[in-house]
């Protein structure tokens, strides 16, 4: 069982995000701009989902790949994907918010094995379960690493009288592709099989 390592995760995760972050915030106002589009908002939706999985490769995100048309081409599969995941999280979070949030972490990386791996629904919930196991704590302690460090620099920055208020929307620009970029490394040590992880 392969072990997510940290520490890894959050240095390479903010270089890639920083790295990236001109192209992903243009893809993003691209995103916005046009969501409101029928037909082509299913295809953006699902590329903007996919760029974890870029970064993972290596890939320098072109803003304009949001409108290829390989993304709209299962989209069939892709509302079976969110439905399956939806019908399940309700119940999940009425047995209470734990169960939910295991199942939320359980199934993150199912719409990227959707994705990369061409996998239907069902193959991706159930991938996405087998390679987040015994690692939902570690990408659960991530998330609260990442949000601790936004609110101490939001408050920070909050306090500095005019300018804060601006640098803070910087920050918030900034926090975006830095959780993209680990959400990469993430995706990347639980599915590369060359890669050795170290284990916590």
Not at 9 to 16: H, N
Not at 75 to 104: R, T
Not at 123 to 129: E, F, H, I, M, V
């Amino acid at each position: 069982m392969k072990k997510l390592d940290i520490k890894e995760v959050l240095t390479e995760g903010v270089g890639i995000g920083i790295k990236n972050i001109v192209s992903l915030v243009l893809a993003t106002i691209l995103y916005v701009v046009t969501v409101w589009i029928p037909y082509l908002n299913v295809g953006t939706t699902i590329a903007m989902m996919s760029i974890p999985v870029e970064l993972s490769k290596g890939n320098i995100i072109n803003p304009l790949f949001i409108f290829d048309a390989k993304f709209r081409k299962n989209m069939g599969e892709f509302f079976i994907l969110v439905g399956l995941q939806a019908m399940a999280m309700v119940p999940a979070f009425l047995m209470g918010i734990i169960p939910g949030i295991v199942l939320s972490y359980a199934w993150v990386l199912a719409i990227y094995l959707f994705i990369d791996k061409d996998l239907h629904a069902l193959d991706a919930l159930r991938k996405s379960n087998e390679l987040t196991y015994g690692n939902k704590w570690r990408m659960f302690f991530i998330s609260i690493i990442l949000a601790i460090a936004l609110g101490i620099v939001t408050g920070i920055l909050g306090i500095i009288p005019h300018v804060g208020a601006i640098l803070n929307v910087i920050v918030m620009i900034l926090y975006y592709p830095i959780q993209l970029g680990c959400n990469a490394v993430i995706y990347k040590q639980l599915t590369n099989p060359e890669e050795e992880v170290k284990a916590e």
